[in-house]
């Protein structure tokens, strides 16, 4: 017969909901009464019935979240971030994983609904703006990573992507650079968006200095060989003397092409920056100069909006957006 809470109470003396407390508000019992709860706990080998729980609470023990596109090891920081974070709170996070598909993303979307999730992170995909507002008027809090659903309605945590655009081309620019390219699909991302947003500013700021776009379908390492090779195929006036390159992934993709393809020295022919700074990025053939956000802290973030939005519903919404910053290595920086 599986032990209850009820014979936790009896085993150490205490009232049922003094056992409730040391098993969802332990700060309320005093260290004796909570040691002694505890060894009940152990002697009798309970386990917490957490199906119960959810049925009287009316919302389970974990977190939705819903990001772009898992092969970007971004997301995958940002995921872990919000782990950690949800862990503090004995929260778990479903992960799913919309790849730019807008129909999986609202399946996602519902399962999480049917689950009764304590709320949803989402980088967003498309025009999910009336889907959220439905999720968050039924009592799921929701939090957008990132950009997407520009509305006050939702609390959102971000990297500034157009001062990072800017940071990108400004180094370029501050290292001789005035042929730059841009290479990113541009068209249903507005991460992207602003980052050329950025580079074309600072662009603007500085006479002399060009900026063309390669459009590329997807932000992956084959995309980038693509536009690496292209690149690659011109003459040699013709080519840039540097790229920008929408994100990391991308951005190997090209020094890849470069090198191989083209025979092109980076960073003395042309210099190559990324976005996002991932692990790999230090450990690529050339390592890589880009631009970092802080994918941990973003995901721990947007976790405690959502935690303080599940307590207090009437909390007015937040926006938190961090700054970029540069990390210059050698695909722009030559060091012999």
Known sequence: MAVSVRDVAMRAGVAVGTVSNVLNRPERVSPEVLARVLAAIDELDFVRNDAARQLRSGRSASIGAVMIDLRNPFFIDVARGAEDRATEDSLAVTLGNSDHDFARQLAYLDLFEQQRVQGVLITPFGDIHERLSRLKRRGTPVVLIGKGVTDPAFSLVSDDDLAGGRLAVEHLIAQGRRRITFVGDIKSNDHIVDRLAGARAAVEDHPGVSLEIVPIDALDVDSGKYAGAVVSDRAVADRPDAIFAANDLVAMGVVQALIMHGRIDVPGDIAVVGYDDIDFARAAVVPLSTIRQPSALI????????????????????????????????STWATA
């Open 299 to 330: 995901g721990q973030t947007a976790v405690e909006l959502l935690i303080d939005e599940a307590a207090d519903p009437s909390r007015a919404p937040r926006q938190m957006v961090f700054t970029p910053e540069l990390v210059v290595r050698e």
